[in-house]
């Protein structure tokens, strides 16, 4: 790639395979791409002051724990912005660990004694036609050579290449029967007769403790508004990595599009996460996660017969949040002996397929047992909308784009192995019982904006009185010992009192 | 999952019932729980210590206190086999703790349910 020392060129070769991270994420603009700004982005670390470490070149990782050792003297910071800024660079942030900077493409490569070229993003990236943007890169190879009144002061410059957004708030087609968010799951709960009557959720409180949100065009394009806080433990506010909860929130704008939706990212501690989200005090708290209480060394799938210690901490916070007031709702499992699907104090939220004729099924992914730690209490209540085995692949979801579980469905294997959807469009087919305790919590919100002094008791009787009898099909067997239990007509094993029924439930609120 | 860093451990401190008759190990429900409930001040005491010791305290709930700290301290404090998996291993309520703390455990993550 040709490029002339303190100049900027556009490349005009192909760019050679190189395992510099920058020309292996970007290619060379095609006509029509969006030009590069006027001025380059950069974000400059400093050299290490006496004592400290360098971010570039310390054999340590940064965390919490050691980053003041990476923090340089206060006084070589302000030296090299105030220097940058002589030299014609504008300061846009100065944080204690870098400066973000601005200037023309030639201000830096006369300043720095480096070349650039100008690099856009790679189509391959994008899952869905887009407009390029050209940016200005490092060029290959490029020397570094600062000048002296800021060799002891700047480590490295490195320019911030354009964000990617790959996501569209309209989902990718794909060619097999599956729901969209808002409006099938609206309708199929029946929660869309309900907003009809003025009754959406407003005013109230939902908490979903899960992997974190993304704010996804979908969300704001629906005008679906979230709070995101973060857990004990947990990092990066706007970033969802796992993809799980930017997914499963759909699910409860769907039920109920104007609640007060907050979602709490969680650490490595679901205890720590609860105790976070109960002191917000929320109206209700959905969880779509839990811990599988079998014995790990059966082969059976032996369940336990007490709640492990580890978990009692978590028991104990469940039943206070109940005891406060505060409807819980959690995931009955995927196959799993869920904990805290099955504490009696919680809706325990299963599975129930519904195809193109509204004819419904229990979800054989879904979960339904005997609880043995809790004598008499049966999972799940009820259920919301689940897909079938082997993948659940049936609620087009919204998630933050390339991320895991965007990338694991997007395995180009056909339907129901794979969902149709590219590895970045930041959309998945995907359900279990994770989308159907969000689904009921929307409309436990529904229930509680029409009566706000329900109790969490009298909204799981409403729900379980009202819910649309499932009379087909049989749960996961992995969940109960390797049998199957079977819906049948009423109250039974696979669905418990069957598909949940907004328009129903609010009637007896 | 947004986790911090590797070598940071997570655990929850049950507190110990101020009705010493009460039994932790039942099944605990929304209308007994509170007779579950710690003496007063016990929260404060045994988070209080915990940081003495260095450990952090992240959260404290109506009856349990989630601390964390690095592995090593874990190790040091609790006596640990740094060579086991320190998921499987039983935390000693150490003596200054004991009066007040019923358990400690340390946590894990969940499953999403979404497999």
């Known amino acids: ?509 | 999952m947004g986790r911090a860093i590797d070598d940071r451990i997570e655990a929850e401190v049950i507190l110990r019932p101020s009705d010493p008759s009460k039994n932790l190990g039942q099944p605990i429900r929304a209308e007994t729980v509170e007779q579950l409930a710690a003496p007063k001040g016990a929260m404060k005491r045994i988070s209080d210590k915990l940081r003495k010791f260095g450990f952090a305290v992240v959260a404290e709930g109506s009856a349990s206190i989630a601390t964390a700290g690095p592995k090593a301290l874990f190790e040091k404090f609790f006596k640990l086999d740094s060579d086991a998996d320190l998921k499987t291993q039983t935390l000693d309520v150490p003596d200054d703790l004991k009066d007040e703390a019923e358990g400690i455990y340390i946590q894990d993550r969940p499953t999403y349910f979404r497999h």
């Not at chain 1, 990476?70 to 204690?96: H, M, N, W, Y």
């Not at chain 1, 004819?359 to 992914?365: K, M, N, R």
Request: proline share 7%; net charge positive.
């Open chain 1, 1 to 509: 790639m040709a490029t002339t020392k303190g100049k900027v060129k556009k490349s005009s070769k192909k760019p050679k395979k190189s395992k510099d991270l920058t020309v292996a994420m970007f290619g060379k603009p095609s006509k029509g791409a969006i030009p590069p700004p006027a001025n380059v982005s950069m974000e400059v670390l400093l050299c290490p002051s006496e004592g400290s470490l360098s971010p570039i070149s310390a054999a340590e990782r940064i965390s919490f724990s050691n980053i003041s050792n990476f923090r340089p003297a206060k006084a070589k910071q302000d030296q090299a912005a105030t220097r940058l800024a002589e030299l014609g660079f504008r300061i846009v942030a100065i944080s204690p660990y870098s400066l973000s900077v601005e200037g023309p493409p030639s201000l830096f490569t006369k300043t720095f004694g480096t070349n650039l070229e100008i690099r856009s993003i790679d189509r391959v990236q994008s899952a869905r036609p887009m407009r390029e943007k050209a940016f200005f890169a490092p060029a290959k190879g490029a020397s570094w050579e600062p000048p002296s009144e800021l060799k002891d002061l700047v480590e490295r410059a490195y320019i911030q290449p354009p964000a990617i957004y790959f996501e569209s708030a309209i989902p990718p087609k794909v060619d097999y029967f599956h729901l969209n968010v808002p409006a099938d799951v609206a309708m199929l709960t029946r929660a869309s007769q309900v907003h009809q009557t003025g009754i959406t959720g407003k005013g109230v409180k939902v908490v979903m403790i899960d992997s974190g949100f993304f704010n996804h065009k979908f969300y704001k394009s629906h005008g679906f508004k979230a709070t995101v806080t973060l857990g004990p433990g947990a990092i990066n506010v706007k970033q969802d990595d796992n993809g799980h909860g930017s997914a499963e929130a759909a699910n409860v704008f769907a039920t109920a599009p104007a609640v007060t939706f907050t979602m709490i990212k969680q650490g490595d501690n679901s205890t720590a996460a609860f105790k976070a989200a109960v002191a917000l005090k929320p109206d209700i708290i959905t969880c779509s996660w839990g811990f599988d209480l079998v014995d790990p060394t059966s082969a059976k799938r032996t369940h336990l017969a007490t709640v492990p210690g580890n978990l009692k901490a978590l028991e104990l916070e469940v039943a206070h949040a109940v005891a406060s007031g505060i409807c819980l709702i959690f995931s009955a499992g995927n196959g799993h002996v869920s904990f805290p699907g099955m504490h009696p104090d919680v809706i325990s939220a299963g599975g129930v397929f519904v195809d193109q004729n509204e004819d419904l099924t229990a979800s054989d992914y879904a979960s339904a047992f005997d609880s043995k730690p809790f004598p008499g209490r049966h999972v799940p209540d009820l259920c919301g909308l689940v897909g079938m085995q082997p993948q659940a692949i049936y609620i087009m979801l919204p998630l933050q784009p390339g991320c895991e579980i965007d990338k694991e469905l997007a395995s180009g294997k056909p339907f129901p192995k794979g969902d149709q959807t590219t590895k970045a469009d930041g959309w998945s087919a995907i359900s279990g019982t994770s989308a159907a305790a969000p689904q009921l919590a929307g409309i436990c919100a529904l229930l509680k904006q029409k009566r706000p002094s329900i109790t969490p008791q009298e909204i799981k009787q409403a729900l379980i009185a009202s819910a649309r009898d499932c009379t087909h099909g049989k749960a996961n067997s992995a969940s109960n010992e390797g049998t199957a239990l079977k819906a049948t007509s009423g109250n039974d094993g696979a669905t418990g009192h069957g598909l949940v029924d907004a328009a129903a439930a609010v009637q007896l609120a």
